[in-house]
């Protein structure tokens, strides 16, 4: 009869087989990011800010990222939006600086179900087109069945160099990433599992452009998207005061998905 490995990690289905747990285990992927942050309403953006942390700036930051030359899958390739707001964890034994991660939509299966069950980060599925390029425009959208609930735009205006580039380099060598991994009871109300994971992630930033970034956000009805449309009009309902950073960056990304670790 098939018996798990006390060596091994696995995902669902278990009894198919796992993979030996090494903690030193990166993943390593190229990357395209356009990130656009703005600022909104504090009061109505902490509703989504569990307790225990520290909203440090009334801001939205989301990003798009196209992954390609994944080692992991052999190659492959999937397209990410994360959204995700800076706080500080005040814990019984964690004190720390990081990116809560409100939401993540992929378009591929295989890294939902990894970055969920392991690591806690809310991934769920969307549409992502590729960045359409028209230099110096480039711009995006994300939908569910045909159903486009966000847009996003860039018009770089400059190369950044020197120290500016260093900063931005140092900036995003580690990234705190936090997510809430929960798993609710079967058959009864609450959980069986709710926990707050680190996720030590950070880039390789090889290039990076500033520029004027827009963004807009579509409410859905229960009818297009069951599953999420309360989430999008969520988001969708945070007003947005002003644009506060656009960028768009190339280089590597480098994930360490073993060597997260819960945080209380």
């Known amino acids: 009869m098939f018996r798990t490995q006390n060596d091994c990690t696995y995902l669902m289905p278990v009894h198919f087989g796992g993979g030996k747990f090494d903690p030193g285990t990166i993943v390593s992927q190229r990357t395209v990011a356009l990130g656009i942050t703005y600022e909104t309403d504090g009061k109505l953006l902490e509703n989504y800010i569990p307790e225990g942390f520290e909203l440090l700036a009334p801001e939205v930051q989301v990003t798009f990222n196209k992954f390609t030359e994944i080692n992991w899958m052999h190659g492959g390739y999937y397209n990410l939006i994360n959204v995700a707001a800076p706080v500080r964890f005040h814990g019984k034994k964690d004190h720390l600086d990081g990116s809560y991660t409100l939401v993540v939509w992929e378009n591929r299966t295989a890294p939902i179900l990894g970055g969920r069950e392991q690591t806690g980060i809310p991934k769920i599925y969307a549409d992502i087109e590729d960045l359409h390029v028209l230099r110096p425009h480039y711009s995006t959208t994300v939908s569910y069945e045909g159903n486009t609930f966000l847009t996003m735009d860039f018009e770089a205006a400059g190369a950044v160099t020197g120290d500016d580039l260093e900063g931005l380099r ?18 009864a109300p609450g ?3 709710s926990q707050f994971v680190l996720y030590p992630q950070g880039m390789e930033v090889e290039t990076a452009q500033v520029g004027t970034g827009t963004l807009k956000w579509t409410e859905l009805t229960p009818v297009q998207n069951p599953a999420q449309y309360y989430i999008i009009n969520s988001l969708a309902a945070l007003p947005m005061k002003r644009i506060t950073q656009a960028a768009l960056m190339e280089g590597r990304a480098i994930l360490r998905a073993m060597g997260a670790r819960v945080i209380e």
């Open 170 to 187: 140092s900036g995003f060598a580690s990234i705190n990433t936090i997510g809430w991994r929960y798993i609710p009871k079967v058959g």
């Open 191 to 193: 959980a069986d599992l």
